[in-house]
């Protein structure tokens, strides 16, 4: 399985910006769709974004997010981006990504291999 490692996360205020970063190792990342979800207090994992394998020329995004969020994917670095701006209150959670093989969804439980987390707190 392929080791995801999540970074780049931490306290900004209402209308910043941070950039996730998803690092894979003992896999090469280019073979799987990869996805970021999200966590809050008392929450369910929900999808925020997820990208296709390859090229990653589809992408796909919650509609909570769709205009402010955008992922990417550098395969030579192995690494998948998930770039957040505007960002609000609500999108405070503990941010994973995940991977899969197969088409891209939505749905976490299709997803094999997690990262471990990385907080995002927007607050003034």
């Known amino acids: 399985q392929v080791q995801l490692v999540e970074s780049g996360g931490g306290l900004v205020q209402p209308g910043g910006s941070l950039r996730l970063s998803c690092a894979a190792s003992g896999r090469t990342l280019s073979v799987y769709v990869v996805g970021w979800f999200r966590q809050a207090p008392g929450k369910e994992r929900d999808f925020v974004a997820a990208i296709t394998w390859g090229s990653g020329a589809n992408t796909n995004y919650a509609d909570s997010v769709k205009g402010r969020f955008t992922i990417s994917r550098d395969n030579g670095k192995n690494t998948v981006y998930l770039q957040m701006n505007s960002l609000k209150v609500e999108d405070t959670a503990v941010y994973y990504c995940?991977?899969?093989?197969?088409?891209?969804?939505?749905?976490?439980?299709?997803?094999?291999?997690w990262g471990q987390g990385t907080q995002v707190t927007v607050s003034s």
């Open positions: 995940a991977t899969r093989k197969g088409p891209l969804t939505t749905y976490p439980g299709l997803y094999d291999s």
